[in-house]
Nanobody, 122 residues
Framework: VQLQASGGGLVQAGDSLRLSCAAS????????MGWFRQAPGKEREFVAA????????SYADSVKGRSTISRDNAKNTVYLQMNSLKPEDTAVYYC????????????????WGQGTLVTVSS
């Protein structure tokens, strides 16, 4: 499966942004989907994940209550809605696909998109 993340940009603190991840090559419903981010000089970290049906979601504490992961299997697309953005949310955001189960570890994910940059100014 090939993943293409989009929707990043430069926003101000407090703004909202919706990231999209479009899949091609295989049906998205085959996979658990996750969002990760990597800030300059830091390791890639988990943001959110969603089960194949969308019935189970998981969030990092740093974004819980401010972000919502969702999926539209008919459109082969996963979304990450981020609200009340903070400067510390600045990072390259990656979507990833996992063939097994909902997970938070980078090593559990089998396929990765190229990333989209989110910059939040104070």
């Amino acid at each position: 499966v090939q993943l293409q993340a989009s929707g990043g940009g430069l926003v101000q603190a407090g703004d909202s942004l919706r990231l999209s991840c479009a899949a091609s090559g295989r049906t998205l419903s085959t996979y658990i989907m996750g969002w990760f981010r990597q800030a300059p000089g830091k390791e890639r970290e988990f943001v959110a994940a969603i089960s194949r049906s969308g019935s189970i979601t998981s969030y990092a504490d740093s974004v819980k209550g401010r972000s919502t992961i969702s999926r539209d299997n008919a459109k082969n697309t996963v979304y990450l809605q981020m609200n009340s953005l903070k400067p510390e949310d600045t990072a390259v955001y990656y979507c990833a696909a996992d063939e097994s189960e909902v997970a938070r570890a980078v090593r559990e994910y089998d396929y990765w998109g190229q990333g989209t940059l989110v910059t939040v100014s104070s």
